[in-house]
């Protein structure tokens, strides 16, 4: 850590340094301005100028790459804000269907972007997203939200043998991916530019890296519905082989594990210590779910009980994401001052 002394320019004005080589890698010169941001456990933040430009681009050289690390680029590019991505050929070379391809596969998987400019040689892609048309405790939720649905939809499409209802699931996993995709967007940009966390309804950059790992667990428990309703597909009968009052088990199982990854997301948007232990409280409850109902079940096929497992797995494992999320969530309130906590 480097120290600068604080020196005294007149009554009321203390002055101190900037270092040269930071002044140089941002071009801030006599007589530029820079922005003060005062933040908590007394930090006080100096950012230039070029950190408010969201104009930021990227060129992604396509020749030599493959169709999926064109695609991969992009997506990595458009995480780390961005806001126009140019993918392009070698001089004198065109771009080869597959990258063209890939490049409008990736405007699929993310939101906020469209071609804005294309030619043989080159596409440009642009962002169109505002960070303040969003906050990250918002995007939290309905990622949250998103993943109860695909789950609910899956375990009724194999209650009721409706195939319809587990390919809806599967359908909403690519919005859950952009809700995702974007949430990394903007906790990146908003950790480059100290401005952003403001915008995106946070005080100071401390949640960020909480934030990165509950969109992450909300991301699996997305793809653990899925896995569910890829198995109501391929069941016989789009069903699973059990009794009515086995089938009731499960979806009160499910019922439980969504109010769980609810209350875990509600516990940390609200920096809510009580919510969070609440979380882990009724997970003990419920922890011993999956052994039960499998204990219960009769003798059958092979196939057919790994498909029941499968399910009940996917459940639980969404449950124990619920506890990692309220675990993040103890710490962002333990943060703060709070019934419990007094902070000097």
């Known amino acids: 850590m480097e120290t600068r002394k604080v020196q005294r320019l007149g009554p009321s004005t203390l002055a101190m340094t900037l270092p040269a080589e930071w002044a140089q890698e941002y071009d801030v010169e006599k007589g530029d301005e820079v922005s003060l941001r005062l933040g908590g456990k007394g930090t006080l933040t100096v950012m230039p100028e070029s950190v408010h430009s969201e104009e930021s681009e990227a060129v992604i050289n396509a020749s030599g790459l493959g169709a999926d690390a064109v695609e991969r680029a992009i997506v990595s590019q458009y995480v780390l804000g961005r806001r126009v991505i140019h993918v392009r050929a070698d001089e004198g070379e065109t771009l080869d269907s597959q990258h063209i391809n890939a490049v409008y596969n990736a405007e699929t998987q993310l939101m906020g972007l469209g071609v804005i400019e294309e030619t043989p040689e080159n596409i440009a892609i642009r962002c169109s997203v505002d960070p303040e048309d969003f906050t990250l405790d918002n995007l939290l939720e309905r990622l949250e939200s998103t993943g109860s649905t695909m789950r609910n939809e899956a375990v009724k499409s194999l209650a009721h043998s409706n195939p319809d209802l587990a390919q809806r699931a599967l359908n909403r996993e690519r919005q859950a991916n952009k809700i995702f995709v974007l949430l990394l967007r903007l906790i990146f940009t908003s950790y480059q530019n100290p401005n952003l966390a403001r915008a995106v309804g946070l005080t100071d950059g401390f949640p960020l890296i909480g934030y990165r790992s509950i969109a992450k ?61 609440e979380v882990k409280q009724r997970f003990e ?31 639980d494992q969404t449950a124990q994401y619920a506890v990692r999320n309220a675990e993040i969530a103890t710490n962002l309130a333990l943060n703060e001052e709070s019934d419990h906590i007094s902070i000097d």
């Open 217 to 277: 667990n909300l991301e699996l428990t997305a793809d653990n519905a899925e896995d569910i309703a890829d198995i109501a597909l391929e069941a016989d009968g789009h069903s699973l082989n059990i009794d009515q009052s086995t089938m009731r088990r499960i979806r009160e199982f499910t019922d439980e594990v969504n109010e769980l990854t609810e209350l875990a997301v509600e516990s940390a948007v609200e920096r809510d210590y009580d919510a969070a232990i």
């Open 285 to 315: 409850e419920i922890s011993t779910r999956e052994q039960e109902i499998l204990a219960d079940l009769p003798e059958m096929d092979n196939q057919q009980l790994l498909q029941v497992r499968e399910v009940l797995v996917s459940l």
